[in-house]
Structure formats: C-alpha cells, structure tokens
C-alpha cells in the first residue's frame, strides 16, 4: 500500500508538471488552431481586391499565363488555379528566377495582372507555422510534439484521477456553481474537462501525423511494413503542416516555362483548363503542366495534372492527361488510396475543421475555448492552494496508483517524446533535484515520496 501510494504520487506530480509546463503551449495551440480552422474565409478575404470582378471581354487561360510571365520575366509556371467562381481572378503559381521561392500571381479576366501574393507570408500558412512550429522551426516542432503527447497523459489520467468514484453526476457532468469560490471553480474545472476530453483527444491525436518524431517513426513503420502506396500527402516535422507545398523545395526543382509546355502538337493550358472545368472538382482546382514539380513526390512526368487541393480531402482527386492526345491516362480518387491514409486524411480535414463544414469548424472552435476555459482554471486553482515558498503540488488523493500507472507506461510506448521526458524526468527526481535540499523541498520530494 505504501508503495502504490508513493507511485501513485509521483505520477499525481508528472500530471502536476505536465500541466504547469503545457499550459501555455496548450493556450498558444487553441487560438492559432481556432484561428486556422477559418482558413477559406482567410484566403477569401485576403484575396477579396482578385473577386467579384468583370467577366466581359475574358481572355483565354494561356493569355492569363501569358500576361503572368511577362509580368515576372524568368519565372517557371507550376500550376494554374481555376476561378472559384467566374468574375475571379486565375491566380497562377510561379516560381522566382534562381530558385528563390515562389510566388502567386493573380490575373483577372480580361488578362491583367492585378497583384500577387508570397505564398510563404500569407496569413494561414503563418497561423499554420505558429501553431505547429511556434516559427522556431524544428526546436518548436518538438516542443509542440512534447507537449501535445503530455496532453494526452493529462486528459487520459485526468480523467481516471477526478473519476466520480459513486458521487452524483453534480461536478461531473455540470458545475455546481452555485457552491461558489473553490468549488465551484474545481467543478468549473472537472466538468470542462469531462466535456472536451473526446473531443481534445481526437485533435491531439490526428495531429501526430504531422509531428517530427512521431510521424517520421510513422511513415518508416509502414514503409517497412509494406503498407505505403504511392508518396505520402501530408508533411512531417518543422515544414508548414498544414500546408500542402512546400514552396522553396519547388521552387529549386524543375519549373516549366510558358515556351517548355505550349509546344506544336501538345494540348494547351487552355484545353486542359476546359476538360478541368468539366471534372466539376472541390476547390481549389489545379492544372500542373508537364514536369512541373508537385507537393508531394516526383515532378508529374509527361502529363497534364488537373488535381483538386480541397482541405476536405475524402473529396480531392486527380486526373492526368496525354500532352499530345489528351486522353486520360490515370485517375486518383481518395477510395484509391490505402486504407491507413484514408484514415488519416479523415482524421486531418477533421483537425483542420474543413470535415462536416460549418459543423466541423463550430466544434473545433468550442473545443478551443473548453481548452483554454481548462488552462485557465487549472492555473487559478494551483495559484489559490499553492503554499508560500512551495511549488504546490497536490498531495495524495487515492491509492489508484497501478491503473495509473498503466495508462501512462502505454502511451509511453506509443509517444517518443513522452518516453524521452518522462525518462528524463524521472533521472532528475531521483539524481539531482532530491540530493539539493532546498530544490527538494520546493518541489516536495521528500523520502517517502521517492519509495518504492
């Protein structure tokens, strides 16, 4: 019994830690997140002077690359954008002289280039970098990695530790604020965490694909187990997560001038644009010319693409096209794809709230703010119960030690970093912190505390 009771404070402090040191992270990874599932409104507005704009006297798409080209002498052509809708501007993907980056040039109907946008500066790509880099690159990336795999710890044993154990559903399933002060604001707590654990742990988990450690360990898994098909769509580690090129890659790799592509005989962009508008796809829609480099992959061969790059992505799909005769020639629908992927990208649109639409970006945004309601009241309960001079970490509740225990040992085996941390945490318990008084102390390590 002493044992588990030590074990189970231990842990009870791990949990104490994770929610000291993840708070902000959790904070940060709330409102970017909340902010980001509004990316089409985002990019709407951003582009809002290139819409709505005058279809009389519209100009054919290779006028449109045309006038693009000229306007950016040197530049590659990557991909053309079909209108969202028919008085919008074409926006056209080109890639600067000398391989330095990319840019997105937007031509109006009639043939005028009316401005252009750095598609590594827009405002989604830079929510998407914060929230999965902090825009510190791999050092943020890890941390985020970190801290999302403490965020499971916390929910999981949140939940087994504030378990109701035959109480009433009151503080469970709704606050009793009527109690006031800290009662209320521990069921406040209690109940918001309830609430948003599902829901919070589908985040964090569709998430991990896109982490450093846990990805890259991911995508080697199943390379070694046979279970890839075809080149991965989604990134791992430091680069955009959310977003689906990876502009300065593209942009040092093999772009297609206007001359490369419009050759006697081969189909033109304006034919391709015509059979892409008869595929009825989700926007956004592109046509990639022969050889231009994709996202994903090898550059795209000797054919037209015409792909849909909807953040839906059970609806995305692809088509390739002869230069010369224009037949189809290969056809990529999502119930191609292995049934590992489907999975994940099911999971993806879900995190990134373009899923179920509006009902999908309503509940990422509620499930933020429980989040940060969470964060927030953790914080006030520890500041209000913290001792003078002490860290303030609960003391025993129960003697739930072993279920605990499990619970966290498994995710260990599935999560790298949390492994790593708790590793690491566990080395500075026992060796360093406990052997200096003082640290020992503020922290609560005391002898019985480091028993087994």
Known sequence: MAKEAALYRTIWRWHFYAGLLVMPIILILSVSGAIY???????????????????????SPDRQLSAALVANPGAGFHAYRLPELPGDAAMIHLSRPGGDGMVDVFVS?????????????????????????????????????????????????????????????????WPRLHLGGRAALRDLHAVTGFWVSGLALVLLLTGLP??????????????????????????????????????????KNHAVTHHDHHKP???????????????????????????AQQAFGPPTGNVWTVKSDTQNRPRARSVD?????GR?????????KHPIDRVVNYGIAWHEGQLLGAFNQIVGVLTAL?????????????????PEGLLGAPPPASAKARGVAAIVLLLAALLPMLAASLILLWVAERLVLSRVPPAARWLGLDAASLTR
């Open 210 to 251: 896109w982490a450093s450690v846990w990805g890259d360990a991911f995508r080697m898994v199943r390379t070694e187990l046979g279970m890839m098909q075809g080149p991965q769509n989604w990134k791992t580690g430091s680069a955009d997560p959310h977003a689906e090129h990876d502009h300065k890659a593209m942009a």
């Open 328 to 336: 189809e020639v290969a056809r990529r629908d999502f119930a191609d």
């Open 370 to 386: 429980m989040l940060v309601t969470l964060s927030v009241s953790g914080f006030i309960m520890w500041r209000r119960r913290k």
């Open 265 to 291: 005989g081969q189909m033109s962009l304006t034919y391709v644009v015509a059979k892409a508008r008869g595929e009825r796809m989700a926007f956004p829609v592109l046509v990639l010319p022969p050889g």
């Open 37 to 59: 599932l509004f990316k089409p409104q985002i990019d709407q507005w951003e582009e809002r002077n290139f819409r709505g704009l005058p279809v009389d006297g519209s100009v």
């Open 321 to 325: 096209y002869d230069p010369v005769s």
């Open 109 to 173: 109907p009639q043939g005028k280039v009316l401005g252009s946008l750095d598609p590594e500066t827009r405002i989604a790509p830079t929510i998407a970098r914060f929230h999965g880099s902090l825009m510190i690159g791999k050092l943020g990336d890890w941390v985020v990695e970190l801290a999302a795999s403490w965020a499971i710890v916390m929910i999981l044993t949140g939940l087994y530790l504030w378990w109701p154990d035959g109480r009433g559903l009151a503080g469970v399933l």
